[in-house]
């Protein structure tokens, strides 16, 4: 059974104009603290040999210094109410095997990987479906690296939707909490998926990411493939060479990405819809071999191919789009 959710008509004109200027202004700020952050952190020092008064320097530089010393906090109460505008902007839309709920009751007695592709520049099909899911799902955390975590103000503002350290031990900790605390959502392409982006050529980072189900035979946990349409299309990047491999030591993307106009901002014609298929029910290996790695592998690039052919035609822009990995 397949459920489709539609957050806002694409057929017809918005018709609270208020409602797409808010997810405008949402959306946009995501993209844009992005390109800042690293400006405003590099303007930081030098603010004092610039200004004359050490004091107004230390004001300038006092929200990094405030977002340096204080942890990521998750907040169930912004991603639920004040960023519901952008369901809007996007025309965002949901095809579930199934519900949100039976997923809940699935992570009663099976702990799940919930895999995430494409990565995109930024995750806006994946910032939508946090907005869109009951309260009672939104403990469900997003396994990141590491310097994310420790990257100032992105690592707050990325932080609302609930993080946690993408390292093996931290990981299987987090498999031993109950229901959908013990779960996870995993971007199985990384930051190296991130440069892959086109709209031209669906590009999956995967042939080589075999990790995450090596893990996941060996503590019991099942997979859930879902695809992210539209986190490929909604901004482009450029992907000079370099850059990908200085992004993959730094654990953040060094690059720039654009939009609307050219600037910074997700494009606002591009539909995004969230596909989620059925569980992967996969054998509990304590020391998996390389052929039973090679073979779930297999599997789960046979869910991902299925997931994006029979969802393709639903949006303008991937009807002719192929799947690369």
């Not at 907040?75 to 949100?100: C, D, H, R």
Request: hydrophobic share 40%; with cysteine; proline share 7%.
């Amino acid at each position: 059974m397949i459920i489709s959710t539609s957050f806002a008509n694409p057929t017809k004109p918005m018709k609270n104009p208020l409602t797409w200027w808010l997810g405008f202004l949402t959306a946009s700020l995501f993209s844009l603290t992005y390109i800042l952050t690293p400006i405003y952190c590099i303007a930081c020092p030098m603010s004092f040999f610039i200004y004359e008064s050490w004091q107004t320097a230390f004001l300038f530089s006092l929200p990094l210094l405030i977002s340096i010393l204080l942890p990521p906090m998750q907040s169930t109460t912004i991603v639920g109410s004040w960023l519901k505008p952008m369901l809007s902007y996007f025309q965002y839309q949901e095809s579930l095997a199934q519900s949100n709920q039976e997923i809940m009751e699935y992570a009663k007695s099976r702990r799940f990987i919930l895999c995430f592709q494409p990565h995109g520049v930024i995750s806006y099909v994946g910032f939508c479906a946090a907005v869109s899911m009951p309260p009672e799902m939104r403990p469900l955390q997003s396994a990141v690296a590491s310097s994310l975590l420790q990257t100032p103000i992105l690592k707050h503002l990325i932080g609302i939707f609930g993080l946690t350290n993408a390292s093996k031990k931290n990981l299987i900790n987090q498999f031993r909490k109950p229901g959908i605390h013990g779960c996870i959502v995993l971007y199985v392409g990384g930051i190296a998926e991130l440069f892959k982006c086109s709209r031209t050529e669906e590009r999956l980072f995967l042939s080589k990411r075999k990790g995450f189900i090596k893990l996941a035979l060996q503590q019991n946990v099942d997979i859930v493939p879902a695809y992210l349409f539209g986190n490929t299309s909604v901004l482009s990047v450029w992907n000079w060479g370099p850059l990908a491999s200085l992004s993959r030591s730094c654990g953040v993307a060094l690059t720039y990405f654009w939009g609307l106009g050219g600037l910074p901002i997700p494009r606002a014609n591009e539909k995004l819809l969230y596909a989620r298929g059925n569980p992967m029910q996969l054998p509990h290996i304590k020391e998996p071999t390389q052929a039973d790695i090679d073979h779930w592998h297999g599997k789960y690039c046979e869910q991902v191919r299925k997931l994006y052919e029979s969802h393709q035609d639903k949006l303008p822009h991937y009807k002719h789009k192929k799947i690369v990995y």
